[in-house]
């Protein structure tokens, strides 16, 4: 549709012109920093950043109904640029002139409702949002999004060449980083930093495909953090991990599409999201902050935190109730099917407990909550979730695992429904599925495949004497007929069919 197909008063607000006047906060010392140049950690103090907009109030002139109106007209628009992430220009990136938004397909992923078995079974309502919909397959597009368009927006505006954007991953930060530097071509290239051996074949496989230098290093994912934090300081490189502040921004609008969704009205709902790196839920919790800050909701849901007990240090932390007492302490993590989270120190931990306080103090003590599950869980869980399916990954399989403990441990209100984070699709961890169906797993997983999940595929073996068709080496229609009879009744007899 054009603009001139819409209402006459929300037509002049369609098109977003760049506007705010956005700068870098330190969440330790307060101080603020401009954003002309990338910056990723406070350079008076060290701590983690965030992005904020000075002139954020500017916004409040317009009602939150009328910005409702303005986000539902502008998803029938045809203007790339405004199609996924930036939907949402005015909330998280609104200095960027559209031409320098890089859309590649992002955001705007299906929200599922799962069938009645599967509810009955969690113990409510719930849905799947599925953000492994996305162009490289997780979440982590629609931060990528952001950070690259403002790479871009500064490689116009300044000039820069010669950009090298570098990050660790657990494998779909180093997917996505990697695809979007392959679209911006001009000036850009990509290198990932991997953990070797703990990103499965298909996450190995992007980069390597998108044309990336991939680099393993021995340990695990918080290894390779360092690696990436140390080159940062010492070379010339963009960080597109979530330490980058951009990264968050982006992410914001998985909150912005499910109040779209839910047609604004979030409170009965309890948002479950993985944490890793602490970098999605610190962007969930934001997004929904600002959107109760403009009047575009008018309450707050629940949102609620999953980890492995084998990667829980954000778990442990607030399991003391009492706020000045709680000490942050990484945990050494143990191998986990929720492989993209198993993370034992958070980059966005600062983050998370800022947020979290404002959060709590509006939406109460149960207004966010942490809890943890195990491996079995994890894997029982994602499992059951597609044979209904649905597409889930493993951290899918984690938040399934920790809405249903989280209902039976009566932690919310039973006349809540859920909203699931799927962060990947299911094939990027097909490894962990084939563990399980030919009980594979290592011992230190402690996951024990349960019959009734696991699947195999039947061959159909004809005996000595019955002719196979084989490539090359067609069989004549009287051998074919004899292998279809013996092919048809081990298939009748497999099934169980009954003769027509
Ligand atoms: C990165 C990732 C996570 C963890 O998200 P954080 O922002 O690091 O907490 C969970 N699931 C998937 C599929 C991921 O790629
Ligand atoms: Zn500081």
């Known amino acids: 549709m054009r603009v001139g197909d819409f209402p006459p008063d929300v037509q002049p607000h369609l098109i977003p012109a760049p506007g705010g006047d956005y700068q870098y906060e330190c969440l330790s010392c307060g101080e603020h920093f401009g954003i002309d140049q990338l910056l990723y950690t406070c350079p008076e103090c060290g701590s983690v950043l965030l992005i904020q907009d000075r002139e954020w109030d500017r916004l409040k002139s317009i009602p939150g109904t009328m910005w409702r109106r303005i986000f ?94 570098i990050c660790a991953s657990t ?156 000490a942050f302490r990484p945990v050494d993590v143990k191998p986990s099917v929720a492989q993209a989270a198993m993370i034992g120190n958070p980059v966005s931990m600062p983050r998370v407990a800022h947020l979290v306080e404002r959060y709590r103090r ?38 399934l695992a920790g809405i249903r403990r989280a209902v039976q441990e009566r932690r919310i209100d039973p006349r809540s429904a859920a909203v699931l984070d799927a962060t990947a699709h299911a094939l990027k961890f097909a490894v962990f599925q084939e563990k399980y169906f030919s009980d594979s797993f290592e011992p230190e997983y402690e996951v024990t495949p349960r019959k009734e999940l696991q699947n195999r595929p039947h061959l159909i073996a004809p005996p000595e004497g019955i002719p196979r068709p084989s490539q090359g080496a067609p069989l004549d229609a009287s051998d074919f007929q004899r292998f279809l009879r013996y092919s048809g009744s081990e298939i009748a007899r497999l099934l169980g069919l009954k003769p027509r």
């Open 171 to 326: 494998g779909d930060t180093s997917a996505s980083a990697a695809l979007y530097a392959s679209y911006l071509v001009q000036g850009v290239k990509s290198a990932v930093l991997l953990p070797q051996g703990k990103v499965t074949p298909q996450q190995l496989g992007q980069p390597l495909g998108s044309g990336a230098s991939v680099i393993e290093i021995p340990g695990v994912f918080d290894d390779c953090m360092k690696v990436v934090e140390h080159l940062s300081e010492h070379y010339a490189v963009a960080l597109m991990n979530s330490k980058n502040a951009w990264r968050i921004l982006g992410q914001e609008s998985y909150s912005f599409e499910i109040a779209q969704w839910f047609e604004y009205d979030v409170r009965q709902l309890v948002i479950v999201v993985p944490i890793g790196n602490a970098g999605n839920i610190t962007a969930v919790l934001q997004g929904f902050l600002k959107l109760l800050d403009l009047g575009i909701i008018d309450g707050l849901p629940t949102v609620l935190g999953v980890q492995s007990h084998h990667a829980n240090p954000v778990f442990l932390y607030y399991l003391e109730p009492d706020r000045s007492r709680r």
């Open 362 to 399: 509006i939406a109460g003590d149960e207004g966010f909550q942490v809890l943890e599950v195990t491996e079995q869980e994890i894997m029982d869980a994602m499992l059951l979730a597609n044979r209904n399916g649905h597409i889930s990954c493993t951290q899918g399989g984690e938040c």
């Open 72 to 165: 539902d007209c502008r998803g029938m628009l045809s203007v790339p640029a405004l199609r996924g992430i930036y939907r949402f220009h005015e909330l998280l990136g609104s200095i960027l002139p559209l031409e320098d938004i890089v859309y590649l397909g992002e955001g705007q992923t299906p929200v599922i409702a799962a069938n009645e078995r599967l509810s009955l079974w969690a113990g409510i309502p719930l849905h799947f949002k599925n953000d492994g919909q996305n162009p490289s397959a997780s979440f982590k597009d629609r931060g990528m999004a952001s950070a690259f368009s403002y790479l871009s927006y500064l490689i116009r505006k300044r000039g820069l060449t010669d950009v090298l954007a």
